[in-house]
């Protein structure tokens, strides 16, 4: 590992790509997925504001699902880029507080909001009679406001304890964003009792939601099977398999990632399964769900319309 010569307050982020022709050519497939998250979580945010047909329950959680991940990328990504074209690494030590901050909120916050959209599936398809109370847009604000707030919370725990941990080792992160597994492991003293505690919480941010999907999806399946409507079932199929594409996607290397025990983790292996959740489920987000879906490929045309 290279010794860089920084401000005892700085912290050094290694990066994704190793500075060579090879991580030129890595980059430069990288950043244009970095950009097309970017772009399609900012139309779908934008579209479901702008169109009166998508103002439902389930088109709401979806635009805090591209917020989320517009967000996500934007926290991460360009720091790493100008870290890789600029040759400049280094990152304030309260930058870095705040890196950890947005992440661990949107974390968190995106594993409530795929529960409520599984939440909002099942209500729709099993009970759909109880759908109007049950999903009302009181409801809906409070399942948006509470995830948002409880990530937020959770955000703060971690962040104040990696402010107030003594580091008394190299400050060189391995890793293109401030993870805090990364950067406790550059820490002095004995940290077990705070590793408790992320295991805690990766338990109720990502164990348990994934769950109580796999509940929801189960009752919403055996549903499903029971319908004599034959477009009613091919339609709550597409829409099923698309959130759960959303939800393995995004729960699935998370999971694998902090929850496997510390002597099986690798820097290297951790920052390729990050660009999965950070960069690559963004991406294909916006994707899914507006290729496959006719109601918001309808909303885009009279959007369009309107404005041309």
């Given at each position: 590992?290279?010794?860089?010569?920084?401000?005892?307050t700085d912290f050094v982020l290694l990066g994704l790509f190793p500075p060579s022709r090879a991580g030129l050519v890595f980059f430069s497939l990288t950043f244009p997925?970095?950009?097309?998250?970017?772009?399609?979580?900012?139309?779908?945010?934008?579209?479901?504001?702008?169109?009166?047909?998508?103002?439902?329950?389930?088109?709401?959680?979806?635009?805090?699902?591209?917020?989320?991940?517009?967000?996500?990328?934007?926290?991460?990504?360009?720091?790493?880029?100008?870290?890789?074209?600029?040759?400049?690494?280094?990152?304030?030590?309260?930058?870095?507080?705040?890196?950890?901050?947005?992440?661990?909120?949107?974390?968190?916050?995106?594993?409530?909001?795929?529960?409520?959209?599984?939440?909002?599936?099942?209500?729709?398809?099993?009970?759909?009679?109880?759908?109007?109370?049950?999903?009302?847009?009181?409801?809906?604000?409070?399942?948006?406001?509470?995830?948002?707030?409880?990530?937020?919370?959770?955000?703060?725990?971690?962040?104040?304890?990696?402010?107030?941990?003594?580091?008394?080792?190299?400050?060189?992160?391995?890793?293109?964003?401030?993870?805090?597994?990364?950067?406790?492991?550059?820490?002095?003293?004995?940290?077990?009792?705070?590793?408790?505690?992320?295991?805690?919480?990766?338990?109720?941010?990502?164990?348990?939601?994934?769950?109580?999907?796999?509940?929801?999806?189960?009752?919403?399946?055996?549903?499903?099977?029971?319908?004599?409507?034959?477009?009613?079932?091919?339609?709550?199929?597409?829409?099923?398999?698309?959130?759960?594409?959303?939800?393995?996607?995004?729960?699935?290397?998370f999971i694998y990632t902090y929850l496997r025990p510390k002597s099986l983790r690798s820097p290297a292996e951790d920052k390729v399964l990050a660009v999965v959740y950070?960069i690559l489920t963004p991406m294909l987000n916006p994707v899914i769900y507006s290729l496959r879906n006719k109601e918001v490929l309808g909303a885009l045309g009279r959007?369009?319309?309107?404005?041309?």
């Open positions: 590992m290279a010794n860089y010569t920084q401000p005892l997925v970095f950009l097309m998250a970017l772009a399609g979580n900012l139309c779908m945010v934008l579209l479901i504001l702008l169109d009166a047909h998508l103002h439902t329950p389930m088109y709401l959680l979806l635009s805090q699902l591209s917020l989320m991940d517009l967000i996500y990328v934007c926290t991460t990504v360009p720091k790493m880029v100008s870290g890789f074209l600029s040759g400049n690494k280094s990152i304030s030590f309260i930058g870095c507080g705040f890196q950890s901050f947005f992440f661990v909120t949107l974390a968190g916050a995106e594993g409530l909001i795929l529960m409520s959209m599984a939440y909002d599936r099942y209500v729709a398809i099993c009970v759909p009679l109880h759908y109007p109370i049950r999903m009302s847009r009181g409801v809906c604000v409070l399942m948006i406001l509470g995830s948002w707030v409880t990530g937020a919370v959770n955000a703060c725990a971690h962040t104040v304890y990696i402010l107030r941990v003594p580091y008394c080792r190299s400050r060189a992160i391995d890793h293109f964003y401030c993870d805090i597994p990364a950067m406790l492991s550059l820490a002095c003293g004995d940290i077990k009792d705070y590793e408790h505690t992320v295991f805690l919480s990766i338990i109720i941010f990502l164990l348990t939601p994934s769950m109580i999907i796999v509940l929801s999806y189960g009752k919403v399946l055996l549903a499903i099977c029971r319908m004599r409507s034959r477009e009613g079932r091919k339609k709550s199929y597409a829409t099923c398999s698309t959130h759960l594409t959303v939800v393995t996607l995004y729960m699935a290397p950070t959007v369009r319309g309107r404005i041309c």
